[in-house]
DNA sequence: TGACAAAAACTAATTGTATTAGTTATAATG
DNA sequence: CATTATAACTAATACAATTAGTTTTTGTCA
């Protein structure tokens, strides 16, 4: 009765928390709704469903991780920011395991604001490459590359999907370092 | 009432189609027993549940992605052979949607029989790796990049995620010869 | 062959969640 | 102070997963 005074952006940040808390495919309109002192229905006044949540938690931890991605790489260029840029997404990802799940699973094509939930943080990435001496179409590609790379890296830690015992972290510094060897094979030589 | 004479294996294998048909969160034991000619209640004489039956499609999964990677490096070694592994993996993922995305989210450190999923499968990337002149170690750390990097990529395609029109396939070969580039640098050298 | 046991189907019932419809009370605005 | 929009509520619906208990078939063994 008496009203809490909730709206949209609460709903979605104590989401964003509870789904790292008891994982994505776990939380609960119900669950949700008690936490935040209200009845289930009371959410749909500020967000359009469960499957609505999701996609929201999903633009939230882009967004969010955006921002991330930006600090790491202030102050810094070439190959030191992608570095940067990408321990930044990996330490997002894995430290917010659940939301990383929304961040993957919802991440289709399904209209324009879905869309450009990622566009802005790989538009930064694009402007990292760039000061490279690189066309622009192959930093296009690297960044795909890059996306994938880290995606399904972090997705394998936070599902504890690497049985062998040796070092993740080593095998994150490792996967750089390939990948940004291999990336400076494509730089084109200048003439003298 | 007379017997339909289901087993478990065709209920996997039915759910392998279905699960490409409608999509991992689309799919239900109602939807799947009313195919298979029987009431719901009655998969459970085969399957544990929904959950279980998740799980076994992500085994299922894995192994037939085994099966494809090994015919695929039949006769090739080296990088060639990396390069066929890697094209497999990726045309199986992208061929089986649904499955894959069964094989991604239940790969999870569970027990033995999930944890094993996999295992085969990269022992065969394990032995194509080591004909190569570089540290065993090093030879795992990489199979986690080239996992991390396919399993990502592939998702990124099958959710149709890449905003950009330019081609897909040749951000995939372009991605290709970066890792393989830079694992070359791994190599390591031979006293002459 | 014929009784018996195991397996695989069924129906009925339970539970839990999302969602919708309709109602009431609060807050904000003129 | 009256009115209106909003945000909560209760009640009801629909649907799927799952469990319990029953029936029927199939295969086996004396």
Redesign the interface.
């Known amino acids: 009765m008496a009203r809490t005074g909730l709206d949209t952006d609460m709903v979605i940040h104590r989401a964003a928390q509870m789904v790292n808390e008891v994982g994505l495919e776990n939380i609960t309109l119900k669950m949700l709704a008690d936490d935040l002192g209200v009845k289930s229905p009371s959410l749909y006044n500020h967000i359009g469903g469960l499957e609505d949540l999701k996609m929201q938690l999903m633009i939230y931890g882009w967004k969010k991780m955006e921002q991330r991605i930006i600090q790491s790489v202030i102050g810094i260029s070439g190959y030191d920011a992608i570095r940067a840029g990408c321990h930044a997404f990996y330490e997002y990802a894995t430290e917010n395991p659940g939301l990383f799940n929304a961040m993957?699973?919802y991440?289709?094509?399904l209209n324009t604001e879905t869309?450009e939930a990622?566009?802005g943080l790989f538009s930064v990435l694009f402007k990292v490459t760039s000061s490279l001496n690189i066309s622009e179409?192959?930093c296009?590609?690297?960044i795909?590359?890059l996306?994938?790379?880290?995606?399904?890296?972090?997705?394998?830690v936070n599902?504890?999907?690497?049985?062998?015992p040796?070092s993740?972290a080593?095998?994150f510094e490792?996967?750089l370092?390939?990948?940004?060897?291999?990336?400076k094979?494509?730089e084109e030589k200048i003439e003298e």
Chains 1, 2 share one sequence.
């Open positions: 993957l699973w991440n289709k094509f869309m990622t566009s179409e192959n296009n590609h690297i795909r590359t996306r994938g790379f880290l995606e399904g890296f972090s997705l394998l599902n504890e999907a690497f049985g062998n040796i993740i080593e095998s490792l996967s370092n390939v990948l940004i060897e291999g990336i094979t494509l």
